[in-house]
């Protein structure tokens, strides 16, 4: 089910189907994450908690992404962080609330369509997004690739299917 840029760092679980929207529940396939201080890699779980993200539609139906992101406790002595999250990396941005796939999806979008059209098109295809969010995804988007980014750097692209 995981497909591109996600398939190498996220494990699926469980793939359902809730009224007209497929949801994905997964998780981090690293069995042990490095501290982020320390770069010790630690196995031991300290806690776990859900992020919700939209992923790209697929056969028309939305995708919602339930991804369970772990905390570690960090087991190295001498190292002052106690515990840590894991992290994604560019694949999976902390904050976001959208995959890389569905933020370029919108981005290109509003480049071809603009905000209002991109919009309503958007929400046709299961991707809901208000024309104000097209718009800034469309200029983050043309600022990401400035060179000096390391956006294709997971190799990501390459893996597409
Ligand atoms: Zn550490």
Do not use: K
């Not at 196995?43 to 056969?59: A, I, M």
């Amino acid at each position: 089910m995981l497909i591109g840029a996600l398939a190498p760092i996220l494990i699926s679980r469980q793939v359902g189907l809730v009224d007209d929207t497929i949801v994905v529940h997964a998780e981090g396939a690293a069995e042990g994450v490095a501290c982020p201080t320390c770069d010790q890699v630690s196995r031991r779980v300290h806690g776990r908690y859900q992020r919700r993200l939209v992923d790209l539609p697929w056969h028309g139906r939305p995708v919602r992404l339930v991804v369970t992101v772990r905390s570690f406790r960090c087991e190295n002595p001498q190292c002052r962080r106690a515990t840590f999250v894991e992290d994604f990396g560019n694949a999976l941005p902390r904050r976001a609330r959208r995959t890389r796939e569905a933020t370029q999806y919108l981005a290109r979008l509003a480049a071809e369509v603009g905000g209002e059209a991109g919009a309503r098109r958007a929400v046709v295809e299961g991707l809901p997004a208000s024309p104000d969010t097209l718009l800034r995804l469309s200029r983050e988007d043309t600022d990401a690739s400035a060179p000096g980014d390391d956006y294709g750097a997971s190799g990501g692209s390459a893996a597409r299917v």
